[in-house]
């Protein structure tokens, strides 16, 4: 049950994370902000 609540927060707090992402990669034209967008979202998907 623990572990489920610590996979919701981590899923809550990458989902912040690649929403910023969004602004920092420019439409995808920053390699390094859009690939770690990008795995952020795949991971946040993942655990939910």
């Not at 912040?16 to 990669?25: F, V």
């Amino acid at each position: 049950m623990v572990s489920a609540w610590v996979y919701l927060i981590v899923a809550a707090v990458l989902e912040t994370g690649w929403t910023i992402g969004l602004e920092y990669s420019d439409g995808f034209t920053k390699p390094v902000p859009g690939v770690a967008t990008i795995v952020s979202m795949a991971i946040s998907v993942v655990l939910l």
